[in-house]
């Protein structure tokens, strides 16, 4: 197996460390290297402790791990919240860093507010120095460094940030043994991005018409792109004053004959939850990107969780059905993408693409997203009737499989009323008990159907394995990152969560040795699954420190356990 190799970069909030990033990535893939991208900040605009660490390989990867090879330490609270091993080369500028005398490692210094003074460039600018000893250390070539951040940076600022570089690369005379530095192609075609950027290009491509929600964190970026490619597609972004404004508006789109969708994280969607209700009980179709972070209330909002699980299931008043994925790695984000906007429109339910920060800013990189993946359908629309333009149109009237047809606003004799309390067929308030029972029955006629149309969990690894995690959403990668050194274990990978065919479920996991590996407390997954199919995991690997599994955990896990 390639060997794989970890860098990465610590500083203070505004020391540009999430720049410096994404630009090391770009340099490697150039070098025919794949990488996984993992960024840690505090909610702070500075100070604190950000990190950004880059596993790379010859082979993809697809999760962090917890050793360090190279260090790139920008101020003293990097050697206040890492610990190095003996062999980790830490890349600083010594002089002007009074807490690393300590720490072990082997120590490169350069002296980076000496040349920053040299070039008359501004303090920031060390990381592009740090950036440049590095790449040295890994033996990599001056001229792709170069190239890159002349592709990365703005106009004004390439020359300098390229002098910046050249010379830390000159001042590093240290070199990691072992790295093949030969550029090779291979990955060099391949993309990098993270979840929310694959959900947007799926929306994108699902004729997305309207966007609108209030910034959070991890979610914000989907407006960020879908805001920056508005124009190239016809898109209506709307940066609304509040999560309850954007998922209304979503609604109204929606209501007009748009595709529309909303995206949030745990406490906007809180927000949200009544307006969820009301695309249920008037079958308004509606996407929710529901991008999970620890709770409650506002908890820790730049770190990663599986907490909101049981809570997209069941948010809002009142029963109601709704469909959930829960995507595992970029090319099913963008596929889920496309199928809940026909899956809403086929069924007029709410569908909820839960993702996660990890998910939803670690970056990964992608062979390519399938152009031709899925065709549109907007499910059963009524065409109208001209000869009786005023007539009322029976849009909730009891049908086989509870989906009525739909008709947009404007269409000659489709006449009805979209009304947030209970209704008959054509929508007027009706609180008889026997109209209620009727069109809750109705609504959840379509359960079966929109199940039917979900993907199941599927089994990877060797069907044979002593072990077999059961996960959901972004625990897939961790896994499947580990299964390349230890093929004792499988796991059963739940793409989506609800509605499911639970027979099914219950074949797959019958007669093996099931461990709920989830980030998260209670083992959310592992107690829907007993409640709908009586099957008890007992076993628990759980992590709920706002933090992700490292590779080393799951092998350690394992190797304990076996």
């Known amino acids: 197996m390639d060997k794989s190799y970890v860098w990465k970069a610590g500083g203070p909030a505004g020391a540009g460390i999430s720049t410096l990033g994404p630009v090391f990535a770009n340099i490697i893939k150039k070098c025919g290297y794949y990488s996984h991208g993992y960024l840690e900040y505090p909610s702070l605009i500075r100070g604190g402790y950000n ?59 350069i002296p980076m507010k000496k040349i920053i003074k040299d070039i008359e460039g501004k303090d920031i600018m060390k990381n592009t120095v740090a950036l440049g000893a590095s790449i040295a250390a890994l033996g990599l070539p001056k001229k792709i460094m170069e190239e890159v951040i002349r592709e990365s940076y703005p106009e004004k600022i390439v020359e300098i940030n390229v002098k910046a570089a050249a010379a830390g690369f000159d001042a590093c005379e240290q070199k990691i043994d072992g790295l093949d530095a030969t550029p090779e192609k291979g990955c060099e075609e391949c993309a990098i991005m993270n979840a929310n950027d694959a959900v947007s290009i799926g929306a994108i491509r699902a004729g997305l018409s309207f966007y609108s929600t209030y910034p959070m964190t991890p979610a914000s970026s989907i407006l960020h792109t879908l805001a920056k490619h508005s124009r190239d597609y016809g898109i209506t972004v709307k940066h609304t004053e509040d999560e309850i404004s954007g998922i209304l508006m979503a609604i109204g789109a929606s209501h007009a004959g748009g595709r529309a969708m909303t995206g949030t994280s745990g406490g906007g969607f809180a927000l949200m939850n009544e307006g969820l209700g009301l695309a249920a009980i008037t079958e308004t179709p509606l996407v929710v990107v529901l991008s999970q ?74 062979g390519g997203l399938d152009p031709d993946y899925g065709e549109v359908d907007r499910g059963n629309l009524f065409e109208g009737d001209s000869e009786n333009p005023y007539n009322y149109f029976e849009r909730y009237k009891d049908v086989k499989n509870g989906v009525g047809a739909r008709s947009f606003p404007g269409t000659p ?24 029972k009727k069109q809750t029955d109705r609504r959840y006629s379509k359960m079966p159907h929109i199940a039917s149309e979900m993907p199941l969990p ?54 093996k040795n099931l461990i709920a590996f989830e980030n998260n407390k209670t083992a959310q997954l592992a107690s829907l699954i007993a409640e709908n199919t009586g099957i008890m995991i007992d076993k628990k690997f759980l992590k709920y420190d706002g933090r992700p599994f490292f590779t080393e955990e799951v092998l350690e896990y394992v190797k304990e356990v076996l």
């Open 413 to 436: 004799g489709a006449l009805y009323n979209a009304d947030s309390t209970e209704h008959d067929d054509i929508g007027f308030v009706v609180d008889t008990a026997k109209n209620r």
């Open 51 to 109: 990190s950004y660490q880059t596993v790379f390989s010859r082979t993809p990867v697809t999760a962090p791990k917890k050793r360090i090879d190279i260090y790139l330490a920008l101020a003293d609270v990097c050697f206040e919240r890492e610990e190095f091993d003996d062999d980790t080369i830490i890349i600083g500028d010594f002089e002007n860093l009074k807490k690393a005398e300590n720490a072990n490692g082997v120590k490169v210094d």
């Open 293 to 366: 972070r620890p709770g409650p209330a506002t908890g820790m909002p730049t770190w990663t969780e599986q907490c909101d699980m049981q809570y997209a299931i069941h948010a809002s008043q009142g029963e109601f059905p709704r469909a959930v994925y829960s995507p595992g790695d970029l090319e099913e984000a963008y596929k889920f993408a496309i199928d809940a906007f026909n899956l809403t429109e086929k069924y007029h339910v709410p569908v909820i693409i839960l993702l996660d920060k990890f998910l939803s800013e670690s970056v990964f990189m992608s």
């Open 458 to 511: 599927e089994l990877i690894g060797k069907k044979d394995a002593k072990l077999t995690f059961v996960s959901f959403g972004s625990m897939k990668q961790v896994l499947l990152e580990a299964m390349k050194f230890d093929d004792r274990f499988n796991f059963i990978h739940f793409p989506a969560v609800w509605p499911l065919d639970w027979e099914a479920v219950s074949k797959l996991l019958k007669d």
